[in-house]
């Protein structure tokens, strides 16, 4: 569903070179992606360029994952038929999008269980979005509508990455994400447009709630942004999260006159100038305290996603274990 | 300000399509609970594959019911807004599956495979005798339905045999599972009067009359999973009649809530 | 991290999937699954819901043998000067180069 645009990690330290030949392969490498060109799983490829991946992709990975919660909260409780399989296909495509990147991850030689410990012990970020709460049914269409809007942000310009694994998973993605944009702004627009006062209600309410969050799927401020040079030079971050910002609210506001709601920033703008919409300031001591571990929901969703991966333990242990004795038998005969 | 419940028709055939209509869809509602809780990812995602054919299923019958029922309500208005007592689904599908419900702890995995198991195939040979159903439009719904309802049974009869024939917890937790919904079982075969008016109007098979082959197939999937089947109770629950389990209550109430607090709503 | 824990850990599939009848299987990925039943009916789910496929295969990654990017130079480059072997290499009359 996104990625949240933010390397948290611990600053690495640049080893000194070993060799002659590690600085050929390395000289070699900076070359391919200045010609524009792809790393793929066996290349030679430093091994900060290998941990900054993992850690990029286990985290989009990881965000999909917990990303399946809050929208799954509705699942039983969806309006209407056709919205009940519109929300559980998305989901399961969130579900599927995780998977891909999990795979993208495992090409760098890690493994998915060692990623998933990593989320599960809280190691490991996942974008922050997902811990706010979807308190109304209008917020699955605002999700669908911001959340996933600055998703496909954020994503397409990765299609472009470097590390082709990733760039492939992200084609995939990208390719499945616009109806989990056009499906949370129709279901939206009915409301606005056919609904009653009280659902139209609902929608503002929402987009209050969620349109600063949404903001911040950006990222820091670029000044702010630590390891947002490296990744530029090798090809992983193309464009930076302000000029992402911009693009998301520039496209965002003209989408919410077509809804009909009001933006929640009373210094929203247009600027003949700069030929783009003026914001109002970005709440990032609500970000950080977001991202540290202090937003509504933190606990409970870290918490669901354990709890499936325990009671799951024994489901995947007894279908190894059936494999295993079936695999001996084969072999006995 | 809250909308009242619709009344439905009491035609018999009304009732069968019904009956068949109600049980996926509130089957679909417990499989929808694991979206997102999953044992592991893949199976996320195959969870949810099944409740979206069932859903499917469940929409298109409760589309023909509403169209035979005459009174103007579409598959919404039939699925958000009857009264507990005239859904008529099996009694087995309103079981806890994932989450506690009422006095009962929820289910795990053993519970929805068994489910699975024992749901798909009872679905898949109604639609392979609906088929030939005099009802037209029944017939069409069923050649759909039965391409999905044969992945259904064989997702559950794969994963019963590895689960049945796994490890010793799992072997364990299986035959709770049977154990468990087995209570539900003759309810499967109990014939209404819904039954004797399908079978004389060429609308589609008794229950009664699937006992055999049902019982025949369960039997062959437990045999090679290792798994006792169960002795039939004496006891036939009547969901299928319209008095449901404790559960039922807790389905509704979650599932209706939007529709019933916005009664002009637009979705 | 515990080796204990990846012991349990289900193997990895690659998954290659035929668009449809009469083009090549592609490779599209990779999934987790205990045997090589599951791992078709998970590909099927994971990888062919908006029909993108008539046919799936799927093979443990281990065994999969792949080219050393290493070796690219002499394994395809030697490819490069036997331009021979295509057919815009030879100049036909105008009455014939449809062929």
Redesign the interface.
């Known amino acids: 569903m996104y990625t949240q645009a933010m390397d948290t990690g611990p600053k690495e330290e640049r080893k000194a070179i070993r060799s002659a030949e590690e600085a050929e392969l390395e000289r070699r490498f900076d070359a391919r992606i200045d010609d524009a060109g792809f790393i793929e799983a066996k290349d030679w490829m430093p091994e900060h360029y290998r941990r900054t991946l993992v850690r990029q992709i286990s985290q989009h990975a990881h965000s999909e994952?917990v990303g399946?919660?809050p929208e799954?909260n509705w699942?039983?409780?969806?309006?209407?038929?056709?919205?009940?399989?519109i929300l559980?296909?998305k989901?399961?495509d969130e579900?599927?999008h995780?998977?891909y990147l999990?795979a993208a991850a495992e090409t760098l030689g890690v493994s998915r269980d060692e990623l998933l410990d990593a989320l599960h012990s809280g190691k490991a970020k996942y974008s922050s979005i997902f811990n706010y709460p979807t308190l109304t049914?209008a917020d699955i269409g605002v999700i669908g509508w911001l959340v996933d809007g600055a998703a496909i942000m954020n994503q397409v310009p990765l299609t472009r990455c470097s590390y082709a694994p990733y760039a492939r998973a992200m084609v995939r993605i990208c390719r499945e994400e616009s109806f989990h944009q056009r499906q949370g702004f129709d279901?939206l627009n009915?409301?606005m447009r056919?609904?009653?006062d009280?659902?139209r209600a609902m929608v503002q309410d929402a987009v209050n709630r969620w349109w600063w969050p949404s903001l911040m799927m950006f990222g820091p401020p670029d000044a702010e942004s630590t390891h947002s040079a490296q990744s530029a030079r090798w090809g992983i971050k193309r464009i930076s999260n302000d000029d992402l910002r911009q693009k998301f609210v520039d496209a965002t506001v003209q989408q919410a006159q077509v809804l009909g709601v009001t933006v929640p920033d009373p210094l929203l703008k247009w600027s003949e100038e700069r030929g783009h919409f003026d914001y109002g300031p970005i709440d990032w001591a609500e970000f950080w305290r977001v991202v540290g571990g202090n937003g509504p929901c933190n606990r409970e969703r870290l918490a669901?996603r354990v709890?499936?991966w325990d009671?799951?333990?024994?489901?995947?242990?007894?279908?190894l274990?059936?494999?295993r004795?079936q695999a001996i038998k084969k072999e006995a005969a | 300000m809250t909308t009242s419940s619709i009344a439905v028709s009491n035609s018999l055939h009304v009732r069968y399509i019904l009956r068949l209509a109600d049980t996926c869809l509130i089957h679909a509602?417990r499989l929808?609970?694991w979206?997102?809780?999953?044992?592991?990812?893949?199976?996320?995602?195959?969870l949810?594959?099944l409740?979206?054919d069932l859903?499917?299923q469940?929409?298109a019958l409760?589309t023909h019911a509403g169209a035979l029922d005459g009174q103007g309500h579409d598959?919404?208005r039939l699925?958000?807004l009857r009264d507990e007592r005239d859904y008529l689904n099996l009694t087995l599908v309103e079981q806890p599956m994932r989450r506690d419900s009422a006095h009962s702890p929820g289910g795990?995995?053993a519970d929805a495979v068994v489910r699975n198991l024992l749901v798909a195939a009872w679905l898949r040979l109604h639609w392979q005798r609906l088929v030939e159903s005099h009802d037209g439009e029944l017939a069409a719904i069923a050649a759909k339905s039965l391409k999905e309802a044969r992945y259904h049974v064989?997702?559950a009869a794969?994963w019963a045999?590895?689960?049945g024939?796994?490890?010793e917890?799992?072997a364990r937790?299986m035959r709770a599972a049977l154990e468990k919904a087995w209570i539900y079982v003759p309810e499967l075969f109990a014939d209404d009067d819904a039954d004797a008016h399908a079978a004389a109007a060429g609308l589609g098979p008794r229950r009664s009359a699937l006992r055999d082959a049902w019982r025949e197939q369960i039997s062959a999937v437990l045999a090679e999973a290792r798994l006792a089947m169960p002795a039939d109770g004496p006891w036939v629950s009547t969901g299928s009649r319209g008095v449901h389990s404790e559960h039922m209550g807790f389905i509704l109430a979650?599932?209706q809530?939007?529709?019933r607090s916005?009664p002009?709503?637009?979705? | 991290m515990s080796n204990e824990t990846h012991r349990n850990e289900?193997p990895l599939w690659e998954v290659f999937v035929r668009p449809k009848a009469g083009l090549d299987h592609k490779h599209c990925g990779s999934?987790?699954?205990?045997d090589a039943?599951?791992a078709v009916?998970?590909a099927r789910?994971?990888y062919t819901?908006r029909q993108e496929g008539c046919s799936v295969w799927v093979v443990p990654s281990s065994a999969i043998t792949a080219s050393d990017p290493g070796d690219k130079d002499m394994l395809f480059d030697p490819m490069e000067d036997k331009v021979y072997r295509h057919p815009t290499f030879y100049e036909l009359p105008d009455e014939v180069n449809h062929m």
């Open positions: 994952i399946m919660l799954g699942v039983t409780r969806a309006p209407t038929l056709k919205r009940k399989c559980l296909a989901i399961q579900g599927g995780g998977l999990y049914w279901a009915v409301m056919e609904g009653t009280a659902q669901a709890k499936a009671d799951g333990a024994w489901v995947r242990d007894a279908a274990a059936h494999a004795k | 509602q929808g609970e979206c997102g809780h999953g044992p592991v990812l893949e199976e996320d995602i195959a949810t594959n409740s979206l859903l499917g469940a929409r409760l598959e919404d699925a958000f795990d995995f064989e997702h794969q045999v590895r689960l024939d796994g490890t917890e799992s937790r979650e599932m809530f939007l529709q916005h002009e709503g637009r979705w | 289900w999934l987790h699954a205990p039943t599951m009916q998970m789910e994971v819901r």
